[in-house]
């Protein structure tokens, strides 16, 4: 039992430090590509935990990150089915071309109980 609970904390520290450094060495724009930069971490995390152990090694290792992390490509912008940032950005245009977004006329009147 034990094991698979570290297995689980251990696999939610990794998500947490992943979106950590990404936010915080390669800065984060909507439409960059989350799995790819993801894929860069990964790529750094020997590298990181070798350098631990000195500061100048660590400050090397994310100054290295953050270059590579600063040449992760963005997502596509499409026009079809937009991807989550475009419909952040826009959400009057989220690709569902001919079905209106429901109204309060869409909304059922719920009987009171008296």
């Known amino acids: 039992m034990y094991r698979v609970l570290t297995e689980v904390y251990a696999k939610l520290l990794g998500a947490v430090l992943t979106g950590w450094l990404q936010m915080t060495a390669g800065g984060w724009w909507p439409g960059r ?38 040449n992760v490509v963005g997502v596509q912008k499409r026009k079809k089915k937009p991807s989550a940032f475009q419909t952040l950005q826009d959400p009057q245009h989220d690709g569902m071309a001919g079905s209106p977004p429901p109204g309060p006329e869409a909304a059922q009147p719920v009987a009171q109980p008296t």
């Not at 993801?38 to 500061?55: E, I, M, P």
Request: proline share 0%; net charge positive.
């Open 33 to 70: 590509s989350l799995h790819q930069g993801t894929v860069v971490v990964q790529s750094w995390a020997r590298a990181l935990l070798w350098a631990l152990g000195s500061t100048s090694g660590l400050i090397a290792a994310l100054a290295g990150l953050s270059r590579d992390l600063s």
